[in-house]
C-alpha cells in the first residue's frame, strides 16, 4: 500500500468536516467540524513527516493540537456565553450582520 | 486736481449713507442735507471743469487710482476714476439738475412723511450715476450701473404701499436685468478678448481683434444701453416708471439712468467704429424706438406718461445719434445734454402741474391752467418750445444736427434714417403741442359744476390736501420748485445756441469720440427748413385737433392706432404673449423633459442600481455559514487555478 | 534480541514499510473513520456526533502510530479524546438537550451551495494530491533512530524554541479568555422574593404556581401531564425540558388502553379459570 493513501483519506476527512460547518447550525457540532477538518491535517502532516524522513511535520502536527486546544477552550467558552445571552447555540440566531 | 474726482462721487454717497442710515432724527434736515451734498458735487464738478477749461484740449483727460479692487493673478480690477471732457459734461449734467431737482423735491415731498429716505434714495442715484460715468474701466462701470438700477427700483417704488408702484418698480428692475446681463456678458468678452477693462487698453488694442468679436461685444453692449435707456426692445418699463414720484421722473429721464446706455455706446465708441453692423443695428433700434415712443406719447392723457413717450423718443435720437459712428456721436451727447434741460423743465412742470391739482396726472381733466400758474407756464411753455426744436431754441440746434448726420449717412440707409428723425419731429412738434393744448389752453375741465365761482388763484397750502375728489384749486407752487424750473428753462433756450453756434461742443468733446463732418445729400439749409416746416406741420394739425375743437373730458375710443397705443403700443401683450408664455410653455416642457427624461434615466438608473444591489444584497444575509460558504467556494477555486497553473 | 532492539525493529518496520498488516488496517479502519466523520455531520443530536467525533479520533490515533509518530498518537488520545471531547461533551451538557437541531435547512440553497462546494473542494483535492507525483518516499527509520520522543523533544526545544514557548503563551491566554468570556460578574443586586412576584404580575405571566402533573403512581409520573376537568392534557404540568424533548406521554389514551388491556386480562384469567373450574 502506498502511504500516499494516508493523504487522501487527510483530504476526505478535511472536505468531510468543512461541509458539516457549512451544513449544520448548531455551533457545538460546529465546531466538531472544524476539529476534524484540524484533525484531518494532523493526519496529513504526520504522513508527509513519514515520507519526507524527518520529525518537522510531527512537531507542526503537535503545534496544531496545541492551538487546536486554545481554540477549543475559547470558542467553547463563547458559545457558553452565546448560550447564555440568547439561549441558542444556533449560529443562524448570531445573525446580527443581518441588515 | 485729481484728488477731487473721489469726492464727486463721495459727496453724494456720504449723503446717502447718512440719510439712510441716520434714522428719524435727521427727519427735520434729512432734506437740506442731501440738497447741500448734491450741491457740494456739482460745485466741485465746477471746480474740476474751471481747471480742464484751462488746459490744452489734448491734455484734459485726468485720472485717480483709489486702490486696486481685485488684485489677483492675470485679473486686475481698480477702483479708478477717469475725467476726460465726455465725463465732466455727464458730471456736470448729473449734478447740476440733479441739485436742481433736489431743491424742487423739497417742496414737492414736503408733506411726504419719507421724504428723508427719499432724500437717502437720490443721493444714492447721484453717486451710482457719478460712479458709472466717472469709472475707468468697465467693471467698476458696472458696479455703477447696477447700482443706478438699484437706486432707480427703490426710487420707482417709492410709493411702495400703491400697488402699481411696487409693479412697475419690479418690472423697471427686471427689464433692467435683461439689459446688465447684456454688459455682464459684454465684460466678460471683453476680458477673454482684451484681458482687462480698463477702458484705454480696451479701447486701443480694439483694432487688432476680429470684428465678429468686436460685433458680439458691441451687440452685448447694444442690448445694455437699450435696457437702460429704454430702447425696444427693452423700452416697457419705462412708461410704467412713472408710478414714482414726478422728481425722480425727472431725475431719470433728464440727468440719470436713460442717459447711462447712449453714454455707455459713446464711450465704447471705438468698438462701435469697428463693428458696422452694431452699428446698423444701433441705428434701427433708435430710429424705431424714436417712432414708437413719438406715437405713444401722442395717444396718453396722463401728462407724465406723455412726456414718458417723449423721453424714449428723444432718447431714441440719441441713440441713433450714436449708431451713426463720428459724425454722430458728438451731436448724441449734445442732445443729451440739451434734453436733459428741457425734460428736467417739463418733468418739473409737469409735477408742478399735478402738484396744484390734487396729484390730478389726467390732461383731459386740466386745461386753462395757465391764468393760475404761470410760472410753470411760462418754463414749461419754453421747455416745450425746445423740445420741438423751435429755431433758436436748444432742441433745435441739438435735433436739427441730428437729422442733418442721419441723412449724411449716405445711400438709402440715409435716406430712410433721415426721413423717420424728420417724421419723428413732425410728431414731436404734434404731441408735445397737444399736452401744451391740453393742459394750458382751453376750457378748464377740472370743474366739476361749470357755473361755480373761480377759486382764488393762492389758496393756503393747507387746502391743497383736501379729498382726492374735492374740486382741484389750481395754485402756482412754491419758490423752491419754481426756482429750478426756472433755471432749467434758461438752460432750455439758451444752452443749444450755446454748444451749437460755433461748434463749441464738436470741439470740446473732439479729443474723446472723434468726429468727422457728414455731408448729407442736400444742403444744410434744406434740412433745416424741411425739420421747421414738418414742426409747422405738426404742430398745426394738433392745433386743429386740440385747439379749435373742445377736448372731451372722457376719452373717445378712438382707432386702432390710437387705442394700441394707448396700450403703448401693445409692449405688454407682446410680452406677455410672446416671453411670459412662451417662458411657460418652455418651462412646463423643460419639466417635463426633466420629470420623463432627465429623472427616467436618473431614477432607471437608481433602480436598476437598486435591483442589483438587492439581489447582491441577498449574498450579505448576515448568516456566518453562508459567508464560509463562499470562502469555501473561493479555496476551491484557488486550488483549480493552482492546478491550472502547474498544469500550463 | 533485547526488547529495546525489537522495539527498533518494529519501529524501523513501521517507518520503512508499508506492511499488508498495515493496509488491511488502513482500508479497514478508514472505512470506519469515514463513517465516523460522516456521522459527525449528520448526527441529529450533538452528544452522538461528539461520540461519533471521538472514534474517529481514536482511529486516526491508530493511524499516527502506525505512521511512525508514537508521541502524537499518544497525545491524540490524551488530549483529544480525552480532554478535548470531554469539555465538548461537558458544554453539551451545560447548553442543554434542547440544543438538539433539526436537520432542516434554513439558508436557501445553502445545502445544495455547501455540497457542491464540498463536492468540487474533495475532488480537487484528491486531484491535487494524484498530481503530486509522490513517489519518493524515505520513511522515518532514520528520523526516529534515537526514538520518536527523544527527536521530537531535540527538534521542539532546539529548532521550534520560540514557537513552543509562543504556544505556550498562546495557551495562558485562551485559558484566560476563557474565563473572562465565560465569568459573569453581578453588576446588579440580585431581585428579592417580592420583586420577582411584582415583576410576574406586571408581566402578566403565570402568577400561580404552575400545576402539578398527573400522578398516575405507576412508574416516574413526572412526564405525565395533567388533565383538565374536560379532561384533556395540560402539557403547562409537564417540566419544559421534556416539553421540548416531546417526552409527555399522552395519558388519557393510555390510561384507556391500560383499563381495555386490563379487561382483556381480567376477561382471559376469568375464561382460563373458568375453563380450569369447568375441567376440574
Redesign the interface.
Known sequence: MNPVNYLYLAALLFTIGATGVLIRRNAIVLFMCVELMLNACNLALVAFSRMHGNLDGQIIAFFVMVVAAAEVVVGLAIIVSLFRSRHSASVDDASLMKL | MENLIALLVAAPLLGAAVLLCGGRRLDAVGHWIGTVLAAVSFVIGAVLFADMLGKDAEAREIGQHLFSWIPVEGFQADIAFQLDQLSMTFVLLITGVGTLIHLYSIGYMEHDERRRRFFGYLNLFLAAMLLLVLADNYLLLYVGWEGVGLASYLLIGFWQHKPSAATAAKKAFLVNRVGDMGLSIAIMLMFTTFGTFAFGPVLESAGETSEGKLTAIALMLLLAACGKSAQVPLQSWLGDAMEGPTPVSALIHAATMVTAGVYLIVRSADIFNLAPDAQLVTTVVGAVTLLFGAIVGCAKDDIKKALAGSTMSQIGYMVLAAGLGPIGYVFAIMHLVTHGFFKAGLFLGAGSVMHGMNDEVDMRKYGGLRKYMPVTFVTFGLGYLAIIGFPGLSGFFSKDKIIEAAFAKGGTEGWILGGVALLGAAITAYYMTRVMLMTFFGEERWRSRPTASPDQPDVEPAAEHQGAHAEPHPHESPRSMTIPMIVLAFGSVFAGAFFGIGDRFVHWLEPVTGHKHGHPPVSALTITLSTVAVLVLGAGLAYLHYGRRPVPAVAPRGSLLTRAARRDLLQDDFNHVVLVRGGEHLTRSLVYVDHTLVDGVVNGTAASVGGLSGRLRKL???????Y??SM??G??VL??A??LM??V | MTPTTSVEATTQLAAYTTSTGEAVQFWVLGTVAVIGALCTVFMKKAVHSALCLAGTMIILAVFYLANGAYFLGVVQIVVYTGAIMMLFLFVVMLVGVTAADSLKETIKGQRWLALLCGLGFGILLVAGIGNASLTEFSGLGQANAGGNVEGLAQLLFTKYVFAFELTGALLITASVGAMVLTHRERTERAKTQRELAEQRVREGKHLPPLPAPGVYARHNAVDIAGLLPDGTPSELTVNRTLRERGQIRDVSAEALNDLKALEQRSAARLERTRSGEASK
Open positions: 450579505q444575509n448576515g448568516y456566518a455559514r453562508s464560509a460558504v469555501f467556494g479555496a476551491a486550488i483549480a493552482t492546478l502547474r498544469a
